[in-house]
């Protein structure tokens, strides 16, 4: 009799020590995928848009071909303009244009190639944002122009390029270390809508 008590209390005992290893397991199973959540980053999948890039490519290749009528030709009626020109704020391609003529007239662009002066194949150094990537947390944000400045600038639909002017090319181009273009779809082109040059 005492045999057989002393085998039920350890078969007790045994029901009790599974019974709670198959509660921790159900409980590891349940709280899968539960906790707090990542904080969400903004898609960089347009990073690699080409038809943006080839568009500022091919505004950038005028501008040093000293081609006056092609550059200005990708610029809106009214634009924004910021950096060495003397003006923040809306301007017409006519303003822009004798700061234009006054570059040609200062450097010798036309045998410099854009190879030289961008590198259009890096994602590092020519890249896209939309406008919603803008108006998101950018994870890493390490340029000269705060996210902030270029916000109001965009709308829906908006594209802003940024190119890093190559370090060998500041010699023999005026344009600043980066130059940042903002692009907007108009009757099925893009124009730029602004820009910091």
Same mark, same amino acid.
């Given at each position: %009799? ?6 039920? *209390?350890?078969? $007790? *005992?045994?029901?009790?020590?599974? #019974?709670?290893?198959?509660?921790? #397991?159900?409980?590891?199973? $349940? $709280? !899968? +995928? ?9 898609? %960089? ?23 006056? =009528? ?15 020109? +003397? ?10 244009? /004798?700061? &234009? ?6 450097? =010798?662009?036309?045998?410099? /190639?854009?190879? =030289? @002066?961008? =590198? %259009? ?18 994870? @890493? ?8 400045? *270029?916000? /109001?600038?965009?709308? !829906? ?8 002017? $190559? /370090?060998?090319? %500041? ?7 980066? @130059? ?5 779809? *108009? ?7 602004? &820009?910091?040059?």
């Amino acid at each position: %009799m005492k045999r057989l008590a002393r085998f039920a *209390i350890l078969f $007790l *005992i045994l029901l009790s020590f599974l #019974a709670t290893d198959a509660s921790a #397991a159900n409980k590891k199973s $349940l $709280l !899968k +995928g539960v906790g707090k959540k990542k904080t969400k980053t903004p898609s %960089m999948s347009l990073l690699l848009r080409e038809d943006l890039k080839a568009e500022f490519k091919k505004a950038f290749s005028a501008y040093l071909q000293e081609n006056m =009528d092609d550059f200005m030709a990708f610029f809106d009626d009214s634009f924004y303009l910021n950096g060495r020109f +003397g003006k923040r704020g809306k301007v017409t391609p006519k303003y822009l244009q /004798p700061k &234009i003529a006054r570059d040609f007239k200062q450097n =010798d662009m036309k045998k410099v /190639p854009i190879s =030289d @002066v961008f =590198d %259009m194949a890096s994602p590092s150094m020519t890249f896209v944002l939309s406008e919603e990537q803008i108006c998101e947390t950018i994870p @890493v944000w390490n340029f000269s122009i705060s996210a902030k400045e *270029i916000r /109001p600038l965009m709308k !829906k639909g908006d594209y802003l390029v940024i190119a890093n002017t $190559l /370090p060998a090319a %500041m010699d023999h181009v005026p344009l600043p270390m980066t @130059v940042y273009v903002v692009f907007r779809k *108009i009757e099925g082109e893009f124009y730029i809508t602004a &820009i910091y040059m």
